[in-house]
């Protein structure tokens, strides 16, 4: 599975981004987006089942982003409204073809990631 994710970029707090995160070879079960701040660990951000479309967010993001898929483009786009500075972040995209619901959350049971793109939000 190769990610190659795109759309980062320096906003003002409140205003949107739409991240993006295509992907090539075998289909995974789940994709997901974790975020990392600087000197922080890598964190949960959300994640979407790729059959039915299920969609699972942090407590910190939840009504505030929005992630959905393209089937046919093989690709996730992470909607993310109301930005505040604190989700300044490099965002990375993540797949698994072998990932299951309870292990979504915890960064070490993704085998594949994309490149990171960077989310600035200034305050």
């Known amino acids: 599975v190769q990610l190659q994710a795109s759309g980062g970029g320096l906003v003002q707090a409140g205003a949107s981004l739409r991240l993006s995160c295509a992907a090539s070879?075998?289909?995974?079960?789940?994709m997901g987006w974790f975020r990392q701040a600087p000197g922080k660990e890598r964190e949960f951000v959300s994640a979407i089942r790729w059959s039915g479309g299920n969609t699972y967010y942090a407590d910190s993001v939840k009504g505030r982003f929005s992630l959905s898929r393209d089937i046919a483009k093989n690709t996730i786009y992470l909607q993310m409204n109301s930005l505040k500075p604190e989700d300044t972040a490099v965002y990375y995209c993540?797949?698994?073809?072998?990932?299951?619901?309870?292990?979504?959350?915890?960064?070490?049971?993704?085998?594949?990631w994309g490149q990171g793109t960077q989310v600035t939000v200034s305050s």
């Open positions: 993540a797949a698994d073809p072998s990932i299951i619901l309870s292990s979504i959350r915890f960064a070490s049971a993704y085998n594949h």
């Open positions: 070879g075998r289909t995974s079960r789940f």
